[in-house]
């Protein structure tokens, strides 16, 4: 066993020393190769512009653009018996879309070819991108413009550009392009939602119009007095419970301009919706309804038919005019939106000229390119002396023969195109 073992180390004694003296044999070549290439690689990486990237940081708005939609689920969550406000709109962009994080929607707002374009028209990019179509343009500009949000919240611009007052021109441009966008935004939402609650307010005014008729009629001809406190107490949580189901399916019609019946808000509220239908139910049922406070209020079945008709239309009636004073609300909140003009964009941190370069990053080029010239010689030169010590039948003789044969014909054209198969003078 141990002269097997002496024999094995002989080997592999030998084996190594064949790798030394290959590379010996060659080490001129490898080192002279290395040399040069790393000679010119430092040469052209001096020659490569300098780029310096110039850095922004903004928080994104943390709620709805426009204070119309930021309060109007409060006030319909208000509306309902029972319940508190809902809130603000903070994440309803979010939730409607599917997105990680807020900040995802915002990127994808940097990122628009409606920003692009304009940071492009404002910079004349097109001229010194040398684009000849917007396309291109674009897509240089998307390789020197990065745009990430990060777990902290924030959303980050960078711009690497040759020029580093130019870098921070355009990183603070982009800043400035996105407010503008997000203001065009909220100023569309305000007016398209003006417009919604307007039309809903003036329809309200006219049913509480009609409603108020219809009772003043009613009381002249039959000289019907004012219900007792019980009756109204009643009439009252019913105009309301209808009152919030009217809203509610208002603010349905709203969400359901931007999101699909699958979204979560949608169902939330067409559930609130058969609720309060259910309640209303059993409210105008003979018992007066299981919620309702039946020991200090009369059970609508019970009024006779002369006083229940006039409790109708005084109900009606404070439906219509509860319904009236919600939509007038959120319309003068709506054209608020139109006069304002708030800050939506927070900057952290505005960008300024870079001192350092970021780019090119002169001696990890270096090292790689000489690092790997000089592992690519050692793996050739080692390929090469094998092929050279590979023994080779009379058939491999042969076919490296005619194909020799065969690529004569281009041998004798590259000779003469180099000069070098030109016939030579005769000599003296």
Same mark, same amino acid.
């Given at each position: 066993?141990?002269?097997?073992?002496?024999?094995?180390?002989?080997?592999?004694?030998?084996?190594?020393?064949?790798?030394?003296?290959?590379?010996?044999?060659?080490?001129?070549?490898?080192?002279?190769?290395?040399?040069?290439?790393?000679?010119?690689?430092?040469?052209?990486?001096?020659?490569?512009?300098?780029?310096?990237?110039?850095?922004?940081?903004?928080?994104?708005?943390?709620?709805?653009?426009?204070?119309?939609?930021?309060?109007?689920?409060?006030?319909?969550?208000?509306?309902?018996?029972?319940?508190?406000?809902?809130?603000?709109?903070?994440?309803?962009?979010?939730?409607?879309?599917?997105?990680? !994080?807020?900040?995802?929607?915002?990127?994808?707002?940097?990122?628009?070819?409606?920003?692009?374009?304009?940071?492009?028209?404002?910079?004349?990019?097109?001229?010194?991108?040398?684009?000849?179509?917007?396309?291109?343009?674009?897509?240089?500009?998307?390789?020197? @413009?990065?745009?990430?949000?990060?777990?902290?919240?924030?959303?980050?611009?960078?711009? !690497?550009?040759?020029?580093?007052?130019?870098?921070?021109?355009?990183?603070?441009?982009?800043?400035?392009?996105?407010?503008?966008?997000?203001?065009?935004?909220?100023?569309?939402?305000?007016?398209?939602?003006?417009?919604?609650?307007?039309?809903?307010?003036?329809?309200?005014?006219?049913?509480?119009?009609?409603?108020?008729?219809?009772?003043?009629?009613?009381?002249?001809?039959?000289?019907?007095?004012?219900?007792?406190?019980?009756?109204?107490?009643?009439?009252?949580?019913?105009?309301?419970?209808?009152?919030?189901?009217?809203?509610?399916?208002?603010?349905?019609?709203?969400?359901?301009?931007? @999101?699909?019946?699958?979204?979560?808000?949608?169902?939330?509220?067409?559930?609130?919706?058969?609720?309060?239908?259910?309640?209303?139910?059993?409210?105008?049922?003979?018992?007066?309804?299981?919620?309702?406070?039946?020991?200090?209020?009369?059970?609508?079945?019970?009024?006779?038919?002369?006083?229940?008709?006039?409790?109708?239309?005084?109900?009606?009636?404070?439906?219509?005019?509860?319904?009236?004073?919600?939509?007038?609300?959120? !319309?003068?909140?709506?054209?608020?939106?139109?006069?304002?003009? @708030?800050?939506?964009?927070?900057?952290?941190?505005?960008? !300024?000229?870079?001192?350092?370069?970021?780019?090119?990053?002169?001696?990890?080029?270096?090292?790689?390119?000489?690092?790997?010239?000089?592992?690519?010689?050692?793996?050739?030169?080692?390929?090469?002396?094998?092929?050279?010590?590979?023994?080779?039948?009379?058939?491999?003789?042969?076919?490296?023969?005619?194909?020799?044969?065969?690529?004569?014909?281009?041998?004798?054209?590259?000779?003469?195109?180099?000069?070098?198969? @030109?016939?030579?003078?005769?000599?003296?």
């Amino acid at each position: 066993m141990n002269t097997q073992d002496e024999k094995v180390r002989q080997l592999e004694e030998v084996h190594l020393l064949d790798y030394a003296i290959v590379l010996a044999k060659h080490s001129r070549k490898i080192i002279y190769t290395t040399f040069v290439v790393g000679l010119l690689t430092l040469v052209a990486v001096f020659l490569l512009p300098k780029k310096y990237t110039a850095v922004a940081r903004i928080v994104p708005p943390q709620q709805n653009l426009t204070l119309s939609g930021q309060i109007m689920e409060g006030l319909g969550g208000a509306m309902i018996p029972g319940r508190a406000a809902f809130g603000a709109l903070g994440g309803f962009a979010g939730s409607l879309l599917g997105l990680k !994080t807020p900040g995802d929607f915002f990127v994808g707002l940097l990122q628009s070819d409606t920003i692009f374009d304009r940071i492009i028209a404002r910079f004349d990019l097109r001229q010194e991108f040398e684009a000849r179509y917007i396309e291109e343009a674009r897509a240089q500009l998307e390789n020197i @413009a990065k745009f990430r949000a990060t777990k902290y919240g924030l959303i980050t611009v960078e711009v !690497t550009h040759r020029s580093p007052a130019r870098a921070a021109e355009m990183a603070n441009a982009f800043l400035e392009e996105l407010s503008r966008l997000l203001r065009e935004m909220a100023d569309q939402e305000a007016s398209e939602r003006l417009a919604f609650l307007d039309r809903e307010r003036r329809e309200a005014g006219a049913r509480l119009a009609k409603a108020e008729e219809d009772l003043r009629q009613f009381s002249e001809k039959n000289s019907v007095l004012l219900p007792d406190a019980q009756t109204r107490g009643m009439l009252e949580y019913i105009a309301g419970l209808k009152a919030a189901i009217d809203f509610r399916e208002v603010e349905l019609q709203v969400y359901k301009q931007w @999101a699909t019946p699958f979204n979560f808000q949608v169902q939330q509220v067409e559930a609130e919706i058969k609720a309060l239908k259910e309640k209303l139910r059993q409210a105008e049922g003979p018992g007066g309804g299981p919620e309702a406070p039946s020991q200090v209020m009369i059970a609508v079945g019970k009024m006779p038919a002369l006083g229940l008709e006039y409790l109708r239309l005084y109900r009606e009636v404070s439906y219509q005019e509860g319904l009236y004073r919600v939509f007038a609300k959120l !319309t003068e909140i709506a054209r608020l939106d139109h006069a304002r003009d @708030a800050l939506v964009l927070q900057v952290v941190d505005r960008a !300024t000229a870079p001192e350092r370069k970021s780019s090119p990053k002169r001696l990890l080029i270096l090292l790689v390119v000489t690092g790997s010239t000089f592992l690519l010689m050692v793996a050739a030169t080692f390929l090469l002396e094998h092929f050279r010590n590979v023994p080779r039948s009379p058939e491999d003789l042969d076919r490296a023969q005619r194909l020799r044969a065969a690529l004569e014909p281009w041998r004798r054209d590259l000779r003469r195109l180099t000069g070098r198969g @030109a016939p030579r003078p005769p000599g003296p």
